[in-house]
């Protein structure tokens, strides 16, 4: 299922995705893609693994597993201090689901603002509300992880996966410092050896599902 609706649920896997405004670009130069790069950390990475992402001219791509609903709180507490966060959980049992995406909403809001001011624009960005779809099939989640980088081959900007800089797929090819969990995702194809394997195979999922 894929609607802007779709609670993003501690521990649930999903496919994060979204187009600019008609036929807008999100990215002009590098420093739009390192901008939206350097708000992830304060803005999504308490509340979720990210276990691949690609950035292209006109759209992006995550997937990603929600973290626990106990490190989520304790985010959260700290965030907004345990009073607060304790009257607003009793006042509304959705609160800390809500409070997910909003997280999300505040990264892709906050480089929206950014992208605005630098480029002289007003009003909308983006086509809709980031779109959301849950993956609850392993072998799914791994084509849909190969699908993302491999986009920038399909659509034609680059020769290998390798050569595209604003996605997480040289991010598995080298042990630097990463903010993707790539020891997990490693884990769930097996390997490196599996991982490269996986992604030798063109996907055949369609962009927008």
Same mark, same amino acid.
């Given at each position: 299922?894929?609607?802007?609706?779709?609670?993003?649920?501690?521990?649930?896997?999903?496919?994060?995705?979204?187009?600019?405004?008609?036929?807008?670009?999100?990215?002009?130069?590098?420093?739009?893609?390192?901008?939206?790069?350097?708000?992830?950390?304060?803005?999504?990475?308490?509340?979720?693994?990210?276990?691949?992402?690609?950035?292209?001219?006109?759209?992006?791509?995550?997937?990603?597993?929600?973290?626990?609903?106990?490190?989520?709180?304790?985010?959260?507490?700290?965030?907004?201090?345990?009073?607060? $966060?304790? *009257? !607003?959980?009793?006042? +509304?049992?959705? &609160?800390?689901?809500?409070? %997910?995406?909003?997280?999300?909403? @505040?990264?892709?809001?906050?480089?929206?603002?950014?992208?605005?001011?630098?480029?002289?624009?007003?009003?909308?960005?983006?086509?809709?509300? $980031?779109? *959301? !779809?849950?993956?609850? +099939?392993?072998? &799914?989640?791994?084509?849909? %992880?190969?699908?993302?980088?491999? @986009?920038?081959?399909?659509?034609?900007?680059?020769?290998?996966?390798?050569?595209?800089?604003?996605?997480?797929?040289?991010?598995?090819?080298?042990?630097?410092?990463?903010?993707?969990?790539?020891?997990?995702?490693?884990?769930?194809?097996?390997?490196?050896?599996?991982?490269?394997?996986?992604?030798?195979?063109?996907?055949?999922?369609?962009?927008?599902?």
């Amino acid at each position: 299922m894929s609607d802007v609706q779709v609670p993003l649920l501690p521990t649930h896997y999903y496919h994060i995705y979204n187009h600019a405004i008609g036929k807008e670009n999100l990215f002009n130069n590098e420093k739009d893609y390192q901008y939206l790069l350097d708000k992830i950390k304060p803005h999504i990475l308490p509340v979720c693994h990210i276990l691949s992402y690609c950035l292209m001219p006109n759209h992006y791509h995550f997937v990603v597993q929600i973290k626990s609903l106990q490190e989520v709180s304790s985010f959260l507490e700290i965030k907004h201090g345990a009073d607060k $966060f304790n *009257r !607003k959980k009793s006042a +509304d049992e959705n &609160y800390i689901v809500n409070q %997910i995406s909003q997280q999300f909403s @505040n990264l892709f809001n906050t480089y929206a603002k950014h992208y605005n001011f630098h480029n002289d624009r007003w009003g909308s960005l983006f086509k809709r509300n $980031f779109r *959301r !779809k849950e993956i609850t +099939d392993t072998d &799914y989640l791994k084509k849909v %992880i190969c699908y993302v980088h491999q @986009n920038p081959v399909e659509a034609g900007f680059v020769q290998a996966m390798k050569d595209w800089k604003f996605s997480s797929y040289l991010a598995f090819q080298s042990s630097m410092e990463t903010f993707i969990a790539r020891d997990e995702t490693l884990e769930l194809f097996g390997g490196r050896k599996n991982f490269d394997a996986y992604h030798a195979v063109r996907s055949e999922l369609k962009d927008g599902f």
